[in-house]
């Protein structure tokens, strides 16, 4: 293959790239739901015919970067059965489709050019319904993967360029709100047009062979600086691990992931054998979503020069092992509703845990939990049903060594490319108006480098009678790490206040919501990065003047002494704090009667433990 000139190669390179940030901007502004419009729960993505990985420069990486497996599998089922104008649409984690669960819908659409299939292009997004038993796919309790919604394997819902009828009468007489869910998936195929129109333009200016040959070439060169990266790493294996509170079914029983990574020369494995059995609950994953997280655990201590790089040449050197009946790896026809953010968001922090043992300079402590639910009832407003989510419970990033974790960035799993909503639109689409949203001091991993803020989210329920489900919700049992000395994440609470009453709600439950209750999430930030007590001083004074650790705390976790009326540093005061011992380690809790933010010292057994 001759050698591309580089004025081409980051033409064609940067070409594919801006091209799948602009299928994102499309679908955003053309879509209606919450979720995908305002949230921004998509990923789209360009891939080879081969189905090697071309561009997937944003997005969630369960819903993208397993996309290889279905291209295979797609590609197997049609095989000479595909032509232009044909779109796949599939959400079916086992049955050729390789999905994280059934609300993301994958609409998949083979590229031709002069008669040639070359590419792939994906855009998947969260659907606001994909029936089952309750909306949104977080339902606890399904039987099976059947009473959790539409399975639809890889199916051709438009070929050659004409929409199958009837099979879209079947698709949408089996979700809740037909018309909203058909608006998101045909702003999802006119993206995947649009695409196609801008690969085409693309292949005829260069000609097919310079845009291959230009990807391939990208693929070479960022598989050699990916191994490079590794191969910077000491060898050896690391062990990182990480549970979630409990599957939904068997209650108050934690589920935990381990994981084994072995860096050996310029490559690395990650093996997830000892982690639990698959469970009767919903939070298993398949293998491509647990091998999804796992390659973007990898990706996110590369160098961040590379960022705009990654493809299939990034994938190489990655190698995932995950045996069936794992929950890692579940057998059909397990629950899967809450993966993405259980058991999903335990794989990547379980091996976020085992790279910070072997790459210490580049350590990322947990972020926080993923507070969300679904709500389900009638808006007096309008008398029609409606289903409520958003991210605005979350906490924050967790902190990364040199940087404090960013305050705002919503859950791992979503690498923070899930958005915050806005509260003026939500009130207007749902009938809860808002309270309460903002940012608790101390509410944190503390270390060197802390972790983001926690928030305090409050809403008065102003529609009917419902159904709140929060299967997409964890933390309030098990602790989010810290890394390298840094404190954990604070456990998280979720309360409704009706009237006298205070009903403590759990995650992986689904509970009453009425007329009139006040649902309030107390959502911890992030971990904190090395030990707290190496933090500047100045930098701990300054936090307290920005209310985002109080005078206690700057006292007892970072030996740090505050004046508390002029919030000047005590330099003398200081000094003496941090020559000596502390007396214990401190961290945030909920006190469940008043829900103010408390320090609490760490018991004796914790601190054996820790």
Request: charged content about 25%; glycine content about 10%; proline content about 5%.
């Amino acid at each position: 293959m001759s050698t591309i000139d580089p004025i081409t190669l980051s033409t064609v390179w940067y070409g594919f790239q801006s091209l799948c940030r602009e299928m994102r901007s499309v679908v955003t502004r053309t879509a209606q739901s919450y979720l995908i419009s305002t949230l921004r729960d998509l990923s789209v993505g360009v891939w080879l015919a081969d189905g090697s990985t071309v561009a997937v420069p944003e997005g969630l990486p369960s819903q993208f970067l397993g996309t290889s497996f279905a291209i295979t599998d797609i590609s197997k089922m049609y095989k000479d059965d595909l032509h232009p104008g044909d779109v796949i649409l599939t959400n079916d984690p086992f049955h050729g489709g390789h999905n994280s669960h059934l609300p993301d819908w994958g609409y998949i659409r083979p590229i031709f050019y002069e008669g040639e299939l070359v590419f792939f292009t994906l855009v998947r997004g969260h659907m606001m319904d994909t029936g089952g038993s309750f909306p949104g796919g977080y339902f606890a309790n399904a039987y099976d993967i059947i009473a959790e919604g539409l399975n639809i394997p890889p199916l051709k819902v438009v070929k050659r360029g004409v929409v199958d009828a009837d099979l879209n009468k079947l698709i949408f007489n089996n979700v809740r709100w037909p018309v909203e869910v058909k608006i998101d998936t045909d702003a999802m195929i006119a993206t995947g047009k649009f695409a196609e129109n801008r690969i085409v333009d693309l292949l005829r200016r260069y000609g097919k062979d310079t845009v291959l040959g230009a990807i391939h070439q990208m693929m070479d060169r960022t598989e050699r600086a990916v191994r490079a990266e590794i191969a910077a790493m000491p060898d050896g294996t690391y062990s990182g691990e990480s549970a979630t509170d409990d599957d939904g079914t068997v209650l108050d029983e934690p589920v935990t992931v381990r994981v084994d990574v072995t860096i050996k020369g310029d490559e690395i494995t990650l093996d997830f054998s000892r982690s639990d059995p698959q469970r009767p609950g919903f939070i298993n994953c398949v293998y491509a979503s647990t091998y999804a997280r796992a390659a973007a655990a990898v990706i996110v201590y590369m160098d961040p020069a590379l960022a705009d790089f990654h493809n299939e040449g990034s994938l190489r050197p990655i190698k995932v092992i995950a045996p069936l009946g794992n929950v890692t790896n579940c057998k059909y026809p397990a629950t899967v509703g809450a993966c993405p953010i259980s058991i999903g968001g335990q794989i990547l922090e379980s091996a976020v845990e085992a790279l910070s043992k072997a790459k210490p300079d580049r350590s990322i402590a947990s972020w926080g939990k993923h507070r969300g639910d679904y709500t389900f009832a009638a808006d007096p407003r309008t008398g029609e049903r409606y289903v409520r989510t958003t991210f605005d419970y979350d906490g924050s990033a967790g902190a990364v060594w040199g940087h404090d974790g960013m305050s705002g960035p919503t859950t791992l799993t979503t690498l923070g490319s899930v958005q915050r909503g806005s509260i003026e639109e939500a009130e207007i689409r749902f009938p809860w108006r808002m309270l309460k949203l903002e940012g608790r001091a101390n509410f944190n991993g503390h270390g060197r480098w802390r972790g983001g803020m926690g928030f305090d989210w409050r809403a008065v329920n102003e529609g009917s009678d419902g159904r709140m489900s929060t299967g997409s919700s964890d933390g309030d049992v098990v602790h989010g790490k810290g890394a390298q000395g840094g404190q954990r994440v604070p456990l998280a609470r979720t309360f409704i206040l009706r009237g006298e009453q205070k009903v403590r709600v759990k995650p992986h439950r689904i509970d009453p919501v009425k007329r009139g209750d006040v649902v309030v999430k107390l959502s911890p930030g992030g971990g904190g990065v090395g030990d707290p007590r190496e933090r500047p001083v100045e930098r701990v004074a300054m936090d307290v003047r920005n209310e985002k650790v109080t005078v206690e705390a700057a006292r007892l976790i970072y030996g740090v002494a505050v004046d508390p009326r002029s919030l000047k540093l005590d330099e003398a005061a200081t000094k003496k704090l941090r020559a000596k011992r502390p007396e214990g380690r401190y961290e945030a809790v909920i006190n469940e009667q008043t829900l103010e933010i408390e320090l609490k010292p760490y018991s004796e057994e914790e601190e054996k433990a820790l």
